[in-house]
DNA sequence: CGGACATTTGAACACTCTCAAGATTTGTGG
DNA sequence: CCACAAATCTTGAGAGTGTTCAAATGTCCG
């Protein structure tokens, strides 16, 4: 089912998703040399105070950008799914404020900064998609800040289903009403900002609600509606060329 | 004490503020066209949903993004001050997908889209400068999201307080401990994702610690190394060329 | 088949909420 | 310059959502 797909190509169906691109921009993102690397779940992939000189491709499983608090808490505040490039940030931002991990095992690709600007200064529009695409990131982080801020855990939870839908199925990574989500409830509880306990029974409400239904690697919707308006969650934020659901 | 500053002085202070600028650079700055408008509290300045053909600059007061929840729930996402360009990302996001308001009087000036891009193919330094600065609000947002997902109400105001003193001295508008602020403690409890009556018995229970004094129109703070402690502040997040508080 | 890790469940507690009333401050008109 | 209206802030009390601690159950991998 899954055909063996170029590790370039699921970065470039993300960019193309969200900004349209000509053949001969597509070429040049096909061209960009990438070092693939299998991670285990909990790697480290790029730590804050780092200063990277490349940039991370996601290619399968999930990976996470996350900060700490001094007292331990620990905030996730982004999760990727393959095509995405999740600190494209570094381009122009050196220091890294956060930390990057996996939260799945899952295959990255890394391509050094330095290919990225020619490729921008031979495709000036290529610079603008990926402006775009981390001007959609910003997006991202500030319907989570609504979610954090205003919903209760059932919404949240809704909302991200939803959100995580929209995003793979933009991919091409959804199976009809489901897909493959290898994440721990300890590491969704760190991105809604409640505990592990509540995280588990947030879940158990959902399922009980009909509006899902959750396995260890695995989310399956068993009602868009009804989790649509539990989570309040209209798709414009991420920005998508043409973003129909399920 | 003010002397008359010119309309886009704060803009070019801020710019400088997180990227090195040539002196051609800032005359290019300078000769962007504003046209100043005075608001008032409450004001909606871009709405979402809209496309704006222009770009916002704060000159006085502050401004925020926000957010709605069908359930009436609003989030404050961001607080701008003087210098800041709070719509910038709408260049080449031209959908809003948040709204842009005052949340004090304000001054404010607007620059059209064109005379920006203009700008940056001429001073292509200039582009990255803004991109820059469109980075840097996402490294915002990331951290109000560490707050609000994860410090109780009273480190989530000491933490805030902390960032405006940086930022406000950054372009030169704190006077001593102290810096002008009038936001209502309704506004801040939407930032804070708490209910204004908790927001009254935070900044109650910080002035009773010593931290803060705060009234209406300034807050002065009172133990800079205690807030710091607080507020588990560590400035890096906002990537600022020097950043020496207090 | 054992062991590490992840999830579930119960119970007491805490931070924050809502509702409601009272106290202050600010702005405006006389 | 005073008086009143509107908005903002404060304070009290009871209710909730989510927390922590602790132990039991379940799942995956070597």
Tied chains: 1, 2.
Excluded at 58 to 66: A, D, F, L
Excluded at 189 to 195: E, Y
Excluded at 213 to 223: A, E, G, H, W, Y
Excluded at 225 to 237: H, I, K, R, S, V
Aim: hydrophobic share 40%; with cysteine.
């Amino acid at each position: 089912m899954t055909r063996s797909i170029s590790p370039n190509d699921l970065m470039i169906r993300r960019l193309q998703s969200i900004h349209p691109l000509s053949n001969e921009e597509v070429r040049a993102l096909g061209e960009l040399p990438l070092e693939v690397a299998s991670l285990e779940s909990g790697h480290d992939i790029v730590r804050m105070g780092d200063r990277p000189k490349q940039c991370c491709v996601v290619i399968e499983g999930c990976t996470c950008i996350y900060k700490l608090t001094s007292e331990g808490g620990r905030q996730i505040m982004a999760i990727h799914v393959p095509g995405d490039i999740p600190d494209i940030q570094s381009l122009h931002l050196g220091l890294m404020d956060f930390g990057l991990a996996a939260i799945s095992a899952c295959t990255v690709g890394y391509i050094p900064h330095e290919k990225i600007q020619q490729m921008c200064e031979a495709h000036p529009r290529l610079g603008v998609a990926l402006w775009r695409e981390t001007l959609i990131d910003a997006a991202i982080y500030r319907d989570w800040m609504l979610n954090i801020g205003q919903r209760e855990a059932f919404g949240r939870v809704a909302h991200l289903v939803c959100e995580l839908m929209v995003r793979l199925k933009a991919v091409g990574l959804t199976e009809g009403d489901s897909f493959k989500f290898p994440v721990t409830q300890a590491n969704l509880a760190d991105a809604f900002g409640i505990s592990s306990v509540h995280m588990s029974r947030v879940y158990g409400a959902l399922a009980a609600s009909g509006l899902l239904k959750v396995t260890r690697s695995r989310i399956q919707v068993l009602d868009w509606d009804e989790l649509l308006e539990a989570g309040d969650f209209d798709p414009t934020y991420l920005h998508l060329e043409k973003s129909a659901p399920a």
